[in-house]
């Protein structure tokens, strides 16, 4: 599950979680280095890579198909070639009351869909998520206090772990690896930050034996001072100790959640922000840093009291029919990064769409791509991407000598 389905939730839950895993080498922290807005004072630091086996070098993407519309992501790998890793959202739901899992619905074959990935080459990938409306922030968080003390054993068939119950459920499945994406657990529950780092360590190094890789999926911050932050969503991550995970997917989305009105669902400069955090907290990481950027839009309207509220998200087609369907109005936002359209309703409430067109992502991408090249002081980087949600692109985003091929080519 992802982040922007529950920053709807900020007036009724306090924190968001998501997970960790490590990696083999060790952590080299660099407090004093400077940010992105000082590239030339930086001092190198060794990466970790991401692992070889995982992205294209050349194309760097990783496909999130969303369970739910699966049958969209069906649609669009038909319209283009399916030639990216697949991490396919809730393909494992937890219940954190004794850590079974179960599969998510999905609307369409997806075993057709996994084995059409398989047997192409590429690497698909277990999500594993808690469904918010079932289960409590608390309920996590005793999920990771259980799950992180319990003795660890070889993951046998028979192995009864939480650890083990997802490692299991990944080997049935032929998965190469797992992406944990808990999202909202209690901030302030004792020891979280700790006991959630061990739990991912430990998760990790079950998966490593049976040959597998570990992800986590990251909320964006910039900061690690509780007061910065009044919804507290990301103050349980400690990326210090997540910072030896295989690899990060930084969920650089919503921004207009966070800031609860109406906007660019990301921007440029805001990632940047994470970028700057990422650098100087654990900058030995940044080329294992893979970044998520929505594909689809965002509608909100505005009652007659002025206060605004998110009605829907939209993919690309649907903004488009929106565009016909509307009596669009003038002076709305120029920026070629961030696309938006209002219309009036037929009682004068008014209404925004933000949303992502291929050169937008592409302009946002090609700025950050650019940063992180003088960071590392590589000309070659290729910025590590995913997008939410495979099927609510735009026609000419993925495929042959389309925006996301010609952005690699550059």
């Avoid at 509608?299 to 605004?308: F, L, V």
């Avoid at 933000?354 to 070659?380: E, F, N, P």
Wanted: with cysteine; glycine share 6%.
């Amino acid at each position: 599950m992802k982040y922007c389905r529950f920053l709807h939730l900020f007036a009724a839950s306090m924190v968001l979680l998501l997970a960790a895993c490590g990696n083999q080498t060790s952590v080299v922290l660099v407090p004093s280095t400077p940010s992105p807005s000082t590239p030339s004072q930086v001092t190198p630091v060794v990466q970790q890579p991401l692992p070889k086996s995982l992205l294209n070098p050349k194309y760097p993407v990783m496909d999130w198909v969303y369970n739910v519309t699966c049958g969209r992501a069906v649609d669009s790998y038909s319209r283009s070639q399916m030639d990216a890793t697949i991490a396919y959202d809730s393909a494992a739901w937890l219940y954190p009351s004794d850590g079974h899992l179960v599969e998510g619905s999905s609307d369409c074959d997806k075993g057709a869909l996994i084995s059409q990935a398989r047997n192409q080459g590429l690497l698909t990938l277990l999500t594993v998520g808690v469904d918010s409306s079932w289960w409590s922030t608390q309920d996590l968080a005793q999920y990771i206090d259980v799950a992180s003390s319990q003795q660890q054993v070889p993951c046998t068939p028979e192995a009864t772990t939480y650890v083990c119950k997802i490692v299991n459920w990944a080997i049935s499945g032929g998965y190469a690896g797992v992406i944990i994406d808990f999202e909202l657990v209690k901030w302030d529950y004792p020891g979280i930050r700790m006991k959630f780092g061990m739990l991912m360590q430990e998760l990790q190094a079950a998966l490593h034996q049976k040959g597998m890789l570990c992800g986590v999926t990251l909320i964006p911050k910039s900061s690690d001072i509780a007061a910065e932050d009044p919804h507290k969503l990301e103050y349980f991550q400690d990326w210090k100790l997540l910072s030896r995970i295989d690899f990060l997917v930084i969920m650089v989305l919503d921004l207009d959640l966070v800031l609860n009105k109406p906007g660019p669902i990301t921007t440029a400069p805001w990632i940047e922000k994470q970028l700057n955090y990422l650098w100087k907290t654990i900058p030995q990481a940044l080329s294992k840093t893979i970044w998520e950027l929505p594909l689809y839009g965002r509608e909100w309207q505005q009652n007659a009291n002025g206060k605004w509220s998110p009605m829907s998200d939209e993919t690309c087609q649907q903004v488009s029919d929106q565009k016909a369907a509307q009596t669009v109005l003038s002076g709305v936002s120029t920026d070629p990064t961030a696309p938006e359209i209002a219309w009036n309703d037929q009682i004068g409430n008014r209404h925004e769409v933000w949303y992502s067109t291929a050169s937008s992502l592409v302009a946002i991408m090609t700025q950050i791509q650019g940063t992180v090249r003088t960071l590392l002081k590589d000309s070659h980087y290729k910025l590590p991407t995913s997008f939410w949600y495979r099927g609510s692109e735009c026609a000419n985003f993925f495929g042959t000598a389309n925006a996301l091929q010609e952005f690699y080519k550059s």
